[in-house]
C-alpha cells in the first residue's frame, strides 16, 4: 500500500520536549502517514517516553551512540517508505492542522516539489516570543528555479522543521555520499546534505515550491541548538556558493548569478572580520577587504543591485578610510527600491551619512556606555562608529559558543547572560541583527536586564531613537539604570 507522507521526527536526550513533539505530530488533523522517531543513542528516557505512545503509525529507530544530527537526517531518507517526507525535530511543535494544509496544497497542485510554512517562536518553556518568523501574508509559489533566484536578494531562512518534500527526486549518489561523509568516512559533505536554503533549493531545481504563510509550526529557540554551536559566515558562504552553482542551471543565471558573486564577497569578509582580536585593522586584513571589493565590485558591474549585498564592506572602508573612492563610484549606482528589505535601506542610508560626515552615535554623550548584541559583520560597523563617537563599547553579546570568550576588534564577547551580573551602569543595548524583525532578540535582552534601553541600529542609522535624556552624568542611584 502507498503512504503518502513519511513523518521522522530526529531526537537525542530531549525527552523532556519530546512528549509534547510526538502528541502535536500523532494528533494531527490528518493522518495517513507514517512516523518514524530517530534516537541518535539518547542516554535519557527516550526510549521509554517513545514507547508510551501506542499507535501503529509510529516505528521507532534507535542509533548507536555517537552518530551526527546529520546521520540521523539523512538516514530519514534511506528509510522512510512515503512518496512525500518530512523531517522535523524533537524540540519543535506542529499546530494540529500543519500536514493537513500542506497536503491539501499538495494535492491541488501535484507539482510542487516541496511545501513549507511560516513559524512562529516559543522559548525554552514554551511561552510565546514571537508570533511569526515572516511579516504576515499569502501563501507563495516558486516556479522552477525562482526560489533559488529570489534567495539572492531575499531573507528566505524558513525552517527545514516543516518542509515536506519529495526525496525521489534528491541524487541517490549524492545522498550515498553525504551519508558516507556523515558515518565520518569523508570529513567534508556536498551541498546535498540539507540545510534551510539548500534543500528547498534542490526541489527548486526540479519544479515548483511553495511557502504557506502561516504560522503552523512553533519553532523552539534555547542555548542547546545546534545555531548557537556553528560557526555563522561559514554556514552564510557555503549557502550562497551552493545557491550560485544551483542558479547557473535556471533561466535566472543572468540575473543573478553576479548578485550571489556579490554575497559571496560579503561573507568572506565578514569572515575575514569575525577573526581579527586587535582594536585597529592592520595594513594585511585592509589589503585582503579591498581586493574582496574589487571581486565585488566586477559583480556589480553584471548587475547593478549586487551593490546592496556589498553595502557592509563599503561602510567598512569608508570608515577606515581605504578605497573611499571604489566605495563612492560603487554607491553611485543604484538605490534600493521598495521591495528591498528595511536593513538594506538602512544600510545604503548609512553610506549617505558617512559621505555627510555623519556618526550614528552623535546623539550619545561621549563616554556612554554600550553594549552590542551579535558579533557580526554589522557589529563591527558599530564598534568602530561607536569609537570615532567616543563612546566605549563595553562587550559584545552573543549566544554562539564559539565566539564567547574570545576578544574581537580589541572587545570582549560574552554570552547574554553577562547582563544580569555586570556592576557598571549601561546606557544603551545595541541590536545588530540584519533582521527586520528582532522581538524575540529584545526578549532575549529582557531575560537578563529589564531596564536599559534598547535600540536596533537600523533605529539610530535612520534616526529614529533618541535616549529620553542623558545617563552620563547623573549619580547611578538616580539613573534608573539598575545595578544588576
Known amino acids: 500500500m502507498t503512504i503518502p507522507l513519511t513523518v521522522a521526527l530526529t531526537t537525542y536526550n530531549r525527552s523532556h520536549y519530546l512528549k509534547e513533539s510526538l502528541s502535536a505530530i500523532l494528533n494531527q488533523t490528518y493522518r495517513d502517514f507514517e512516523l518514524l522517531v530517530l534516537d541518535n543513542g539518547s542516554t535519557d528516557d527516550t526510549p521509554y517516553v517513545v514507547l508510551s505512545f501506542k499507535d501503529d503509525r509510529l516505528r521507532y529507530i534507535r542509533n548507536a551512540p555517537g552518530y551526527t544530527s546529520i546521520f540521523n537526517s539523512l538516514s530519514a531518507q534511506w528509510i522512510a517508505r512515503g512518496d512525500r517526507l518530512l523531517i522535523t525535530h524533537d524540540d519543535d511543535i506542529m499546530e494540529p492542522d500543519m500536514l493537513e494544509q500542506q497536503m491539501a496544497l499538495i494535492a491541488e497542485r501535484p507539482d510542487l516539489t516541496a511545501v513549507w510554512t511560516n513559524k512562529s517562536i516559543i522559548d525554552k518553556d514554551g511561552n510565546m516570543v514571537q508570533p511569526w518568523f515572516t511579516p504576515p501574508g499569502a501563501t507563495r509559489i516558486f516556479e522552477c528555479g525562482e526560489f533559488i533566484a529570489r534567495a539572492a536578494e531575499e531573507r528566505m531562512w524558513h525552517p527545514a522543521g516543516s518542509m515536506i518534500f519529495s526525496p525521489h527526486l534528491l541524487s541517490t549518489a549524492a545522498l550515498h555520499q553525504n551519508y558516507r561523509g556523515a558515518l565520518g568516512l569523508r570529513q567534508r559533505l556536498t551541498t546535498t546534505g540539507g ?63 553576479p548578485v550571489f558573486d556579490a554575497q559571496i564577497v560579503r561573507y568572506k569578509a565578514q569572515d575575514h572580520v569575525m577573526h581579527f582580536q586587535e582594536p ?53 549606482l543604484v538605490a534600493p527600491g521598495k521591495q528591498a528589505t528595511r536593513s538594506t535601506h538602512s544600510l545604503y542610508r548609512w553610506v549617505e551619512r558617512r559621505r555627510a560626515g555623519d556618526n550614528v552615535f552623535a546623539g550619545l554623550e561621549p563616554q556612554a556606555n554600550i553594549v552590542i548584541l551579535g558579533s557580526v559583520l554589522v557589529s563591527a560597523l558599530l564598534i568602530q562608529e561607536a569609537r570615532e563617537a567616543g563612546v566605549n563599547v563595553v562587550c559584545c553579546l552573543d549566544s554562539n559558543v564559539t565566539r564567547q570568550g574570545r576578544r574581537w576588534l580589541g572587545v570582549p564577547i560574552v554570552p547574554p547572560s553577562w547582563l544580569a551580573s555586570h556592576s557598571e551602569p549601561l546606557d544603551l543595548i545595541v541590536l545588530s541583527s540584519e533582521r527586520d524583525h528582532e522581538e524575540k532578540m529584545e526578549e532575549l535582552i529582557r531575560r537578563h536586564d529589564a531596564i536599559t534601553p534598547i535600540a536596533s541600529w537600523k533605529e539610530l542609522v535612520d534616526a529614529e531613537f533618541s535616549l529620553p535624556r542623558s545617563l552620563i552624568d547623573v549619580p547611578v542611584e538616580q539613573s534608573g539604570v539598575a545595578l544588576l
Open 280 to 332: 585597529t585593522f592592520d595594513r594585511a586584513l585592509l589589503k585582503r577587504l579591498v581586493g574582496l571589493l574589487d571581486k565585488g565590485a566586477e559583480a556589480v558591474a553584471a548587475n547593478p543591485r549586487a551593490v546592496h549585498s556589498l553595502l557592509p564592506l563599503i561602510i567598512l572602508l569608508m570608515q577606515t578610510g581605504a578605497s573611499d573612492a571604489t566605495c563612492r563610484a560603487l554607491v553611485e
Open 195 to 257: 540545510g534551510d536554503l539548500i534543500r528547498p533549493a534542490l526541489m527548486n531545481l526540479k519544479g515548483p515550491v511553495a511557502f504557506i504563510n502561516a504560522p503552523l509550526l512553533r519553532y523552539r529557540q534555547h542555548t542547546a541548538q545546534e545555531t548557537h554551536n556553528s560557526h555563522l559566515a561559514h554556514t552564510a558562504l557555503h549557502s550562497f556558493q551552493s545557491l550560485r552553482k544551483l542558479v547557473r542551471k535556471t533561466s535566472f543565471r543572468e540575473e543573478y548569478e
